[in-house]
């Protein structure tokens, strides 16, 4: 994936709005990025190398359900079982980053909402989210 571009995040707690940075790398290709935030309208740009585009996320303004974890230990330790939680996060952000080079086509499907729950202020964390990574023939 970080052939495609990378996300970086402030998340600075208090904050009105956090700051979503999708960068792409300087010696990358140009990237296709098509994305909405919760159930607004999908905006499409294209990245060029060495480019950002910040994505402006509202902290606190959904929960997302967090399920069952069960930790498995190293060997001689007890099991651990987390039940399920519900966590304050930012819309979801639904992301396709496509990258047309020969011979071939990369795509990444992200599903992402952030957090500060559990991390220091301005750190984001990650909850309820996915990455997909596709490659297609170019032909």
């Not at 140009?30 to 740009?45: F, I, K, N, P």
């Not at 069952?68 to 819309?91: A, C, I, W």
């Amino acid at each position: 994936m970080s052939a495609l571009g990378t996300f970086a995040g402030s998340c600075p707690r208090g904050g009105r709005s956090w700051t979503l940075r999708f960068a792409v790398p300087a010696e990358g290709a140009t990237d296709t990025l098509s994305y909405s935030v919760g159930s607004g309208a999908r905006m499409t740009v294209n990245v060029n190398p060495g480019d950002s585009v910040a994505i402006k996320l509202t902290p606190n303004a959904t929960r997302t359900r967090e399920p069952v974890d069960r930790f498995v230990p190293p060997e001689g330790q007890g099991r651990g079982r987390v039940g399920p939680t519900s966590v304050l996060t930012t819309l979801p952000l639904r992301a396709v980053i496509d990258q047309g080079t020969e011979p071939q086509i990369l795509r990444a499907d992200v599903r992402l909402a952030l957090s500060t729950i559990g991390g220091e202020s301005g750190q984001c964390v990650l909850v309820g989210s996915s990455v997909n990574a596709y490659s297609y023939p170019n032909s």
